[in-house]
């Protein structure tokens, strides 16, 4: 099922008593979550919504707490994290899983519980039994990150929720100078709201001012503290973005695509393409190849490829909950103009 249809349905207050996230595209998961949350526990019924990780705690005790009555409320929400057992190779845990347990409950839970099952994984394996059992008996919604070609439909979708409209022209400037990130796309149009009211329209003019500043030109800012080793500067310009309250994922995900779009120039221009050829190739806003074609040669193609390795790292663990996210990001700022510093050297 996608994003869309099981967002549909839980907005009419249709609940099931499972659902598989699986994926790795955050924004995805964090909404469908929240939507459950707020329509499963009004009020704010934290006293009936649980979170379980489950490389540190056996499926048994999670469906234990799923059968035991809600306190002072209608319905329970449990959050179950990592099921690593829906992997070809399960993460390493000091217990046992009873996935016997787990399938019986699949075919006959109470009816007063509901039960999300996160797994932000690029694959799990089809054939288990487990995996078949939990597709067939939950409400599956893959949270994969959407393609460049999708940019403009996801736009207009998160525009009209903001009830917003947005120019033509302005399409183009948006698409130029975002990636296909939905953190991103969902943090410009709620400012754009703001801006323009709602119902407002949004004009090319306005989408070049408020994108500039946000986005694109903060983490090109950020690219070159790298290039220059500024780890004083790098580290201003993500306080000033943390204070328009920008999520440091977000802000990830936009270094990772500023220092992938290096990458992939760079290498189209040893190759020999034209800049023409590169827009073609890659399908990108050629503003932004202008601007990668500026800087690619500051790189090797070695330091390049590490500090998108460094990044995807980082970008796991936000995501998996292993370290707080502001402390991850500063040091991965220093971990990439340390690397800036040492590769430079060799």
């Not at 009816?111 to 939990?134: L, M, N």
């Amino acid at each position: 099922m996608s994003f869309l249809e099981i967002k549909q349905k839980i907005n009419k207050g249709q609940f099931t008593p499972f659902y598989l996230l699986y994926g790795t595209e955050s924004f995805f998961i964090q909404d469908i979550k929240n939507l459950l949350i707020e329509g499963i526990l009004p009020d704010g019924d934290v006293e009936n919504l649980s979170t379980y990780d489950l490389d540190e705690t056996p499926i048994q005790e999670v469906i234990s707490d799923a059968e035991t009555y809600p306190l002072f409320g209608e319905r329970k929400l449990i959050i179950a994290n990592n099921p690593s057992f829906l992997k070809a190779k399960p993460n390493k845990v000091p217990f046992e899983h009873n996935l016997d347990h787990l399938l019986q409950y699949l075919s006959n839970p109470v009816d007063y519980s509901t039960i999300i099952f996160v797994a932000i994984y690029e694959k799990i394996d089809e054939r288990k039994k487990i995996t078949k059992a939990i597709k067939k008996n939950t409400s599956v919604v893959i949270c994969e990150p959407i393609k460049e070609y999708e940019l403009s439909k996801w736009i207009k979708t998160i525009a009209d929720e903001h009830n917003i409209k947005i120019e033509s022209g302005a399409y183009e400037v948006i698409e130029g100078e975002l990636e296909a990130n939905l953190h991103l796309l969902h943090n410009e149009m709620k400012k754009f709201a703001s801006y323009a009211g709602e119902g407002g329209i949004i004009t090319k003019e306005d989408a070049e001012m408020l994108v500039s500043h946000s986005f694109s030109n903060s983490s090109l800012q950020l690219v070159d503290a790298v290039i220059n080793r500024d780890i004083q500067k790098a580290i201003t310009i993500y306080r000033d973005l943390m204070k328009m309250n920008e999520e440091p994922i977000a802000m990830v995900a936009l270094l990772a695509y500023q220092f992938r779009t290096l990458l992939r120039v760079k290498l189209l221009k040893q190759k020999g393409y034209s800049q023409a050829q590169m827009q073609k190739q890659l399908g990108i806003h050629p503003f932004v190849i202008k601007i990668a074609i500026s800087r690619e040669g500051k790189f090797t193609v070695n330091q390049l490829s590490v500090f998108i390795d460094k990044l995807t790292n980082t970008d796991a663990i936000m995501k998996q909950g292993k370290m707080e996210k502001d402390l991850a990001f500063d040091l991965l700022l220093f971990d990439l103009t340390n690397s800036s510093s040492r590769l430079s050297m060799s």
